[in-house]
DNA sequence: GCAGAATTTGCAACATTATAACATTTGCAG
DNA sequence: CTGCAAATGTTATAATGTTGCAAATTCTGC
């Protein structure tokens, strides 16, 4: 099981982020699709914690760095790396996260701790059937699923520091 | 099954509102809640179709009817609707549909058709469950589920004018 | 390499959604 | 009636996201 599913336990975070641009990298060539620096840098950006981030704190990582970048560089970037699979829009949170399967097919659920505020990416095939099924019950075709639970994550509700 | 489970077939939709409203007041005086008059107007506004409302949307309806009101009036109004369970707000929307469950404790799906607009509010108990064995086994505490599933509904994609 | 097409970026203004802060009014209990 | 809490009015502002167009860059066919 790697790391990258484990945002609630200690573990080498640098490599999250190495992997995640190096797959990236990978991704995109595969599909001619061009990883600019801004892009690659907002990607890297997001995905320096497990803490969604906002286009806005984006905007002003970029800024601070020297670039100089409006809205409209941040959320152009965010529309490309979302449109390759390689982030995702936490629509309860108006913020991004970096995808913790990319490349593969898979609908996202996330688990987001209101306390830390860290962001879990789950793949649940179970989940994932019972929806469908419940949308084709009702003749539905579905496109797409936000699926988003709030709450607390295993290290904030046993206590920060007991069990 | 009510009619007021079916938004994308004809169904006499005054019921749904005037269903609605005898909820909301029968409710709000269980719990000793003060549905006012602004309140009330909005939940009526948020139940005129099955498409949700924005604020600013609720906001110009009132403004027309020569309500003197502004921006936190209605979020004002929509927080304490949304407190006593008796609308939602869709995160992929931001966006106000009214709850067709109001009093019965469920966990909301929202099914919204990207062509006509409209919402169906599901409760479905499987899904339910397999979400909260999804994130159980992450001894995730889950406190709100936001399930948004966008798509097209059986109105819109068996074409609009045949079978 | 070079001209032309397509994509990407810079930039300014603007649109939409949501909240903060404080004064005023209203409903209700004693 | 009086005093308190809840609700509302009012103004301003914050936060999030978009449009439109011009300039620069990159790709493509030659
Ligand atoms: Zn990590
Ligand atoms: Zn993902
Ligand atoms: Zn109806
Ligand atoms: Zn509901």
Redesign the pocket.
Same mark, same amino acid.
């Given at each position: 099981m790697p790391s990258r599913a484990l945002p609630y336990r200690p573990h080498n975070h640098d490599d999250c982020v190495s992997q995640a641009l190096t797959d990236a990298r990978e991704i995109c060539q595969q599909k001619n $699709?061009?990883l600019?620096?801004?892009?690659e840098r907002v990607l890297e950006l997001i995905w320096q914690s497990h803490k969604p981030l906002? $286009? *806005?704190d984006v905007l002003a990582e970029l800024t601070s760095e020297g670039h &100089? =970048? $409006?809205?409209?560089?941040v *959320?152009? =970037?965010l529309d490309f790396l979302q449109q390759h699979g390689l982030v995702h829009r936490i629509a309860s949170l &108006?913020a991004f996260t970096g995808c913790a399967h990319a490349g593969e097919h898979h609908t996202g659920m996330f688990l987001i701790c209101r306390a830390c505020g860290n962001v879990l990416e789950l793949t649940d095939t179970s989940v994932a059937k019972a929806i469908h099924d419940a949308t084709g019950a009702e003749a539905f075709r579905t496109e797409a699923i936000t699926l988003e639970v709030a709450g607390l994550c295993p290290g904030c509700h046993t206590g920060p520091h007991h069990e």
């Open positions: $699709a061009r600019t620096p801004t892009r906002g $286009a *806005y &100089n =970048a $409006a809205p409209p560089t *959320y152009r =970037a &108006n």
